[in-house]
């Protein structure tokens, strides 16, 4: 069997866990794992950043932050996961949802047919590691706040710039299917420094107890409306020592991926499909490497002959202006784009630890059908 995925296994999780446990005796949140992680994060991205419990929160926490209110709207795409949307709808507050282009990210100029006097912020999503055109879309955004979804885009650029470093704040996440991960966690980073004492009460219960730990005040107290946003220790350390191999696990991600596409280029368009691919401008992080057939009925056959040979080849996502919950928002408005990724797309095996014969595996039965078609 070949999955779609496993989380990325160095071998050395196991000991920086035994480490936190054994040797530091801290475990909770804001401990030396964490803090050397945000560290190492922060050397990445170039601006603070909180190490939370999951994209889903930090963008929960934007949200919060730039204080959406019942009846405000917010831009996101459809084509997307679920809680870029979810995340501002528990503020009240109401999607407008913008198409895509062909490749999975933000079409700008619908983005700019959709902001009004209610837009409250713009939710641009990096597809596959990938981007729009961010000077673009900061443009027709003018003073309206973006909150990045980075989820997929650890170690990507635009314009040579970080994503997720554009908007107000980025949110990343290290679900273990994302190229690094720790089973469950994320990040929020802060352009606008304005925010960055706010983000650390909301992540703490609505305490200042950072500030206490860094010994700015002498005891802490409630100060703010909050949850419990913080990382434990153990998911930081076993963060951590894929913070310290980011490097190789992308080089591998970046083998693996250009072997599909100097294999897969030629009989993908020989059979009227394509590859998801980011625009010039954007350098990616091999976060994903997924084909869009012509026609869907191409893609049920396709995903049918790989299970047939046991590898698992699964689509996403069902757009959010279709979904059961996204249609109550909808004005009913087709965004061609977003319907066409749903039913035709589908995502190819690509994680750290697969093996080159499983590639070639992978490239061969792929082949096999599309030769086919
Ligand atoms: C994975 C993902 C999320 C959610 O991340 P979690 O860390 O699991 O909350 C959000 N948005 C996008 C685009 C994602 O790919």
Redesign the pocket.
Known sequence: MIPFNKPVHLGTEIKAMAEAIERNGHVAGGGPFGKRSEGQLEKMLGQRTLLV???????EMAALLLDLQPGDEFIVPSF?????ANAFCLRGAKPVFADVDAHGNLDVDDVARLLGPRTKAIVP???AGNSCDMQALQQVCGKVPVVE?A??ALGSTFDGRPLGTFGACG?????E??NIGCG???ALTLRDASLIDRAEYLRDKGTNRRKFQDGIVDKYTWVDVGSSYVLSDLNAAYLSTQLDEFTRIQARRKALYERYLAELSAPVERAGAYIIQGSARCVGNHHLFAIVFNVPEQRSRFIAHMREHKIVTPFHYIALHQSPMGKGFHDGRSLPHSERLTTNLVRFPLFFNMTDAECDTVIARTREFLDGI
């Open positions: 419990t999951s994209a889903t929160h930090a963008l997307t996961f679920v809680s870029t999503v990096h597809y979804d989820a997929q949110a990343f996440s290290f679900h299917t994302k469950e966690g994320g």
